[in-house]
């Protein structure tokens, strides 16, 4: 694995990236927050923290938590691990805004400092390397937006964060607007307010690609010197193969996929069959599918990072170890084919979902 594209990736001015950053969101575990699952399955946790051990191990040093997942418990997890590591050596990213608490708004007051001071409790921290908006919801009228940009710039500029970090446009996003270029333009005025140095955002083949007022995000982060941070490059799992739509799988109380029709028939049906055509080219086995969607990811663009979760050991070591072969051009001209199939046969057969927290 000695490829010239893993060479650190450069997030912010003081954040060098391994390029397949290290998510936290499943080691949260099973989560509810305004009454909605927002989590993932029962989680071990000497298991899920030696898997952030196995990562460091693997030469990645950025790792990515939220206040919300499982309410500080993947934090405080994450800051078990830096109790054994040199704090210099790794990068650290959480995010706000969907934990509202007795406030009247995730972002109303002071709760935004609020939320931080417990997310640096809970790592054991005095500063983090990028602190994200976890949403686009300021209120009504944005009402809590020119407070927030106050706050997240007067943490930057007295050292609490190194780097902004901002929630991308998506259309499947629960806080989107119900009007596409509405929303567009709103994101790019909240993107030159708060003049993030990290955007982050959903990105695999099952969702739309997101853009700017007609630009895609690649090129408009990239002309304003803004890195990104793709999540959930394997669609939870989906572009795996790792589920049987003759068996779907069935989610416990507090798992956001059991509200998901990708993960019952006719999704699972319809996934399956459009990832045929990779399996015959790449090989049927769940790593050669994980190689070609994490490869997809990371050769979008080179101010990019790729964010993937998990809950055991092995999966940390199977995704650094797919990362060996970069896909040819022509290769990659073929996944696009194959993949861009899939998401119109999804998105005819209406499987299109709201999206939680990522």
């Keep these: 694995m000695t490829t ?12 060098a990236a391994f390029p397949l950053a290290i998510g936290c969101w499943a080691i949260g575990g099973p989560t509810v927050n305004a009454g909605s699952p927002i989590g993932w399955g029962a989680i071990d946790d000497d298991r899920a923290l030696e898997g952030l051990r196995t990562a460091v191990s693997l030469g ?7 206040d919300v997942f499982g309410h500080g418990h993947s934090e405080r997890l ?7 590591v040199d704090r210099e050596s790794v990068f650290i990213a959480s995010k706000a805004g969907w934990v509202r608490g007795s406030a009247p708004h995730p972002y109303a007051g002071p709760r935004l400092r609020h ?8 790592l054991g921290l005095e500063y983090l390397d990028v602190y994200f908006l976890h949403t686009l919801d300021f209120g009504k009228d944005d009402v809590h937006l020119h407070t927030v940009i106050n706050q997240m710039q007067a943490l930057r ?3 609490y964060i190194k780097a902004i970090g901002m929630r991308g446009p998506h259309p499947l996003a629960s806080d989107r607007h119900d009007v596409a270029d509405i929303r ?14 990290v955007l982050w955002t959903r990105f695999n083949p099952l969702s739309p690609p997101p853009d700017v007022e007609g630009e895609d995000l690649f090129s408009f ?7 990104l941070l793709l999540t959930e490059p394997l669609a939870q799992g989906l572009l795996t193969g790792k589920y049987d739509p003759d068996r779907p799988p069935v989610f416990g109380a507090g798992d956001h996929r059991r509200h998901k029709r990708w993960f019952t028939n006719p999704a699972l049906s319809l996934i399956t069959e459009g990832l045929q055509p990779l399996r015959e080219r790449f090989g049927h086995s769940g790593r050669d599918l994980t190689r070609v969607a994490l490869r997809y990811s990371l050769q979008q663009a080179d101010h990019t990072a790729v964010v993937v979760g998990f809950s055991e050991p092995a999966q940390i070591k199977q995704n650094v170890d797919c990362l060996g072969e970069p896909l040819t051009a022509e290769e990659l001209a073929f996944v696009d084919i194959v993949y861009g199939n899939l998401r119109r046969k999804l998105q005819c057969a209406g499987e299109y979902l709201v999206e939680v927290p990522a």
Excluded at 115 to 122: A, C, G, L, R, Y
Excluded at 221 to 227: D, P
């Design 157 to 159: 500029e007295n050292g």
């Design 184 to 197: 567009s333009s709103r994101f790019a005025k909240i993107f030159r307010l708060l003049r993030p140095d």
């Design 115 to 122: 939320q931080f001071e417990q997310s640096m409790e809970n």
């Design 60 to 66: 990645a040093n950025f790792f990515d938590t939220a």
């Design 4 to 15: 010239a594209d893993l060479a650190p990736r450069r997030l912010a001015p003081e954040v």
């Design 78 to 84: 994450l800051g078990r691990l830096l109790t054994e």
């Design 221 to 227: 982060t990239a002309r304003h010197g803004v890195s």
